[in-house]
């Protein structure tokens, strides 16, 4: 069996041109409703903002990295779980959330924000953590990444969508509700067929080395939720916020991570298995954590510190 650092998932062009829009679309989606007041949700609780900001843009990279040099992972792996790291939080994110029973307004804001220093801090942290582990450094010398390629791409998929759907719900707040409740779930439901399809042409690729990123893959994920509850849990956070910087620490963009990897690494085989390996799981395992959340007894009071 070929060297997974040497495999190669198929997607052509078209595809991931498709793909962009796509994901430009979802992003158009989740901020038609993202309002200003939620900033100003912000404003009022700088504390959890920062601390949310400190666990997903700080620690879940250099606890990645860490762990990295624990577990030695081939390179390509190594260097997708440093991608996965370092975007920002999924858009399923706020659903989660709600169904968790936590703090969904403050969901929604963090999103809004950590989308916004997504744009400078996804590209810092990918090439920072990219470059001090040599194996990972020797890939991204090999395809000569460019960063203000990979802010470029991070700025049309994410920026650009983000505050034209703003925009919108700014100057025209009853339309931006009524396409959000049409837009959101057909991007997603697009952007999913898509991978889907990827995949399913490269289905054997994806079946010989699953076993490859599969422990460390369930691994890193549950370690990223963990991040984000004793975060919160040590700052003495309500159980409300606690649950929210979990899920919002735990549940990572990977769309925008296989894009990336789709257009600057020819779909390098660890890097595009470990991404949609943790597309996959972080539903599972969010959905899970936020149906035992939901249903936990209401006997549990939070600790209101904020």
């Keep these: 069996m070929q060297d997974i650092d040497l495999v190669h998932i198929n997607f052509d062009n078209n595809a991931i041109w498709v793909m962009n829009m796509a994901l430009a679309i979802v992003m158009f989606g989740v901020a038609l409703g993202i309002s200003v007041d939620d900033f ?8 959890v903002v920062l601390i949310g900001v400190l666990s997903q843009f700080f620690l879940l990279p250099l606890v990645t990295f860490l762990l990295i040099l624990i577990a030695q992972p081939k390179p390509s792996i190594a260097l997708g779980m440093m991608l996965v790291s370092a975007c ?36 810092f942290n990918f090439q920072f953590y990219g ?34 759907g703003m925009g ?11 396409i959000s409740k049409l837009l959101k779930p057909f991007s997603i439901l ?41 975060m919160a849990k040590g700052f003495k956070l309500s159980f409300s916020n606690q649950k929210t910087l979990a899920i919002e620490t735990g549940i990572q963009n990977s769309g925008l991570g296989l894009l990336l990897i789709f257009t600057f690494f020819d779909g390098l085989g660890g890097m595009a298995i470990i991404a949609a390996f943790w597309g996959i799981w972080h539903i599972i395992s969010g959905l899970f954590l936020a149906l035992y959340w939901s249903k936990l007894t209401k006997g549990i009071y939070d600790i209101k510190t904020i």
């Design 190 to 230: 697009v952007f999913v067929i898509i991978v889907i399809i990827a995949f399913s042409k490269n289905i054997d690729i994806f079946k010989a080395y699953i076993f490859d990123v599969l422990f460390l893959g369930i691994g890193h994920n549950i370690l990223a939720l963990a991040l984000g509850f004793y």
């Design 40 to 47: 100003n949700t912000l404003l009022k609780e700088r504390k």
């Design 168 to 178: 919108v719900r700014y100057f025209k707040p009853d339309l931006a509700i009524k």
């Design 131 to 164: 470059n001090l582990y040599e194996p990972t450094s020797h890939l991204l010398r090999e395809v000569a990444l460019n960063p203000k390629d990979l802010i470029q791409v991070v700025l049309l998929t994410l920026g650009i969508p983000l505050f034209l």
């Design 88 to 123: 920002p939080g999924g858009n399923i994110s706020n659903f989660m959330t709600h169904l968790a029973k936590g703090n969904t307004a403050l969901s929604v804001s963090l999103t809004a924000f950590s989308t916004c220093i997504a744009l400078i801090m996804t590209p």
